[in-house]
């Protein structure tokens, strides 16, 4: 080995262990600052159920809730629960799989491409703000880059001359489509594989990968076979069906889809700087794209080159045409294409332009922009507990920058919020829903939180006639904290004497699982009664879609009073209104709307 291999050697050890660092810090250990929401919870108790050998589920997650994936995920999740019963332990494992996607990268690029490109492009992917955003939480999404990485680098493989990768390669689609269902446009890849490598196609391995690719979906044909086919029937009416409620606009949607990280950046208040360098990035990116058109206009470009273009536009296609709602995170199907790209046009500005110095510039601003962001955004978490982004955040792009901000808790905010609770106060699960009020009880006790205080319910002996607590997302001076999580503030309250509101007892209706617990009274308006109020209430109500509209009044001794009014949305949930009244003696709430009412109710001093 010569001594220039040799120094070769040192700086790929060198930088393995950067990369390992970068993933293990933003992915593994701040874990906990992703979120965990209902979708987490419903995949989780799939995974429970068949690490205590209670289930075997036939089929997996829901794609836009129209029709079912394979149960791969569910079965996948579930490995951590065969050696420990904590959440925590499935969470970090999702968070584990991707992070292996970041060291995957480096040699995927490295084998295939070259050194200097899989230092760049691997360091881009690494400390990227949205790919660690949604790499971290405990859901499907966060599995794409991995298994995506996995599946190219055999079908490279097997373009390589390597016949025993194509079986490999049909297993990891296989895969993929049960992760999510974007990835069905690789079937495409696949197809242009097969006619550029015809030559060394072999009926044999492909037949033995035929077969590999249909073992994880057995028990979905299982159940197809028995229920008439109902989610193939779903598929097809998905691909011809229009399940949009609001026209869009192509313009709009090529400009947000475009601009798409800039402004996620905007959501997540991330600094002047940080948005510009995201914006330089996205310039960047479509001179990358246009660069590479060029090379395969003009027959320059290499077959791996060709691919991992094809990696990129195939799902962005796919998606930009897709009738249903676009969520941000479909994108991450095309990691770390975009960042492999992005890297070689910048590597190639250096080849065509003879200046050294202008990748190395751009190399530079783009990664610290990149890790900035990501201290930045973890910093801002840690110190809340809470995200604080607009509905399009999680939402239909077209709709970027608008709407009213939502409030999503953390992973760890959760967490810490029940451990610290169950160790004061151990509640039984009714008591969680009963003795819990405050805009911030949203946060802790609807739909996943909801599963998470089932756990530390029945981990710990109950106390009877356990104090009412009112969770606040900002500090009250006026009150004695018993603990807080982040910027959520625990105190000790007292319910006033009201009338039929659900929040305050014990005998509530029975309800699913994962619906939002909100009360149908039956009728078009109702009146509430509470007596003997000696200081200022406080009422909050969480409403259905339908009564959007519901007109909310107040009468303090029979006379019509104004109140003080917050509003506060939370995932899932959606407005919570906040009223202040100050009405000694006796008040009448009174809610009307021309839709039977859905709602709940809460009052608390």
């Not at 939402?395 to 901000?405: A, E, M, S, T, V």
């Not at 009112?470 to 500090?475: P, S």
Request: aromatic share 20%; hydrophobic share 50%; with cysteine.
């Amino acid at each position: 080995m010569g001594k220039k291999d040799f120094q070769l050697d040192l700086i790929d050890f060198f930088f393995l262990l950067v990369l390992i660092s970068l993933g293990f810090y933003f992915r593994i250990y701040h874990a906990p600052l992703g979120w965990f929401i209902h979708d987490s919870a419903r995949d989780l108790r799939f995974a429970q159920a068949i690490a205590r050998g209670q289930s075997y589920p036939l089929l997996g997650p829901t794609a836009g809730g129209i029709f079912y994936l394979g149960p791969f995920y569910y079965y996948l999740l579930s490995l951590p629960l065969f050696f420990t019963s904590k959440i925590s332990g499935s969470y970090y494992f999702i968070a584990c799989i991707n992070a292996l996607s970041v060291i995957l990268v480096y040699f995927f690029v490295k084998k295939f491409f070259s050194s200097k490109l899989a230092i760049v492009s691997s360091l881009l992917y690494a400390t990227f703000p949205f790919s660690i955003l949604t790499g971290r939480n405990m859901w499907n999404p966060a599995l794409l880059p991995t298994f995506s990485l996995l599946f190219f680098f055999c079908l490279f493989l097997w373009l390589k001359g390597r016949k025993m990768a194509l079986p490999f390669s049909l297993f990891l689609f296989s895969l993929l489509t049960q992760i999510h269902a974007v990835t069905l446009v690789f079937f495409l890849i696949l197809i242009l594989a097969f006619f550029i490598n015809k030559e060394a196609f072999s009926l044999k391995y492909f037949l033995m990968g035929i077969l590999l690719a249909m073992l994880p979906y057995l028990p979905y044909f299982y159940y197809e076979f028995h229920h008439d086919f109902e989610n193939a029937k779903a598929f097809f009416g998905f691909l011809t069906s229009n399940y949009q409620s609001h026209p869009r606009s192509p313009i709009a949607l090529f400009f947000n889809a475009t601009c798409l990280y800039p402004k996620m950046a905007k959501e997540f208040f991330l600094p002047t700087f940080c948005v510009f360098i995201l914006y330089l990035e996205t310039v960047l990116f479509l001179c990358a794209l246009i660069f590479h058109i060029i090379k395969f206009c003009l027959k320059k470009i290499s077959c791996y080159e060709l691919f991992i273009l094809n990696w990129l536009l195939l799902p962005i296609v796919f998606i930009l045409t897709k009738k249903d709602r676009i969520w941000f995170y479909y994108f991450d199907v095309t990691y770390p294409a975009y960042f492999i790209l992005l890297s070689n046009f910048i590597l190639n500005v250096r080849l065509h332009f003879k200046k050294n110095f202008i990748p190395f510039v751009l190399v530079i601003l783009l990664g610290c922009g990149h890790l900035f962001s990501a201290y930045y955004f973890d910093y801002n978490l840690a110190q809340k507990g809470y995200y604080q982004i607009r509905l399009a955040g999680l939402q239909d792009i077209i709709n970027l920058n608008k709407g009213p901000r939502f409030i999503l808790s953390t992973f760890k905010a959760k967490w810490d919020f029940w451990q610290k609770l169950s160790q004061i106060y151990p509640l039984t699960y009714t008591q969680t829903l009963t003795h819990l009020h405050g805009p911030g009880a949203w946060l802790m006790r609807d739909q996943d939180n909801r599963f998470i205080a089932s756990l530390f319910a029945h981990q710990q002996t109950s106390i009877q006639n356990p104090p009412h607590l009112v969770i606040n997302l900002k500090q009250d001076l006026k009150r004695v904290k018993l603990f807080s999580v982040g910027e959520i503030y625990v105190y000790k309250t007292e319910i006033p004497l009201c009338e039929h509101i659900p929040a305050h007892f014990s005998s509530l209706p029975s309800w699913d699982y994962f619906e939002t617990p909100l009360y149908a009274w039956g009728k078009k308006n109702i009146t509430l009664n509470c007596f003997n109020l000696e200081r200022p209430l406080v009422v909050q109500t969480a409403i259905s879609w339908k009564n959007q509209s519901a007109k909310i009044s107040f009468f303090c001794h029979g006379q019509s009073v104004q109140a003080k009014e917050k509003l506060i949305h939370i995932a899932y949930v959606g407005p919570i209104r906040i009223f202040k009244i100050n009405c000694p003696g006796s008040l009448s709430i009174r809610i009307e709307n021309e839709h039977s009412l859905t709602l709940d109710i809460d009052a608390y001093f």
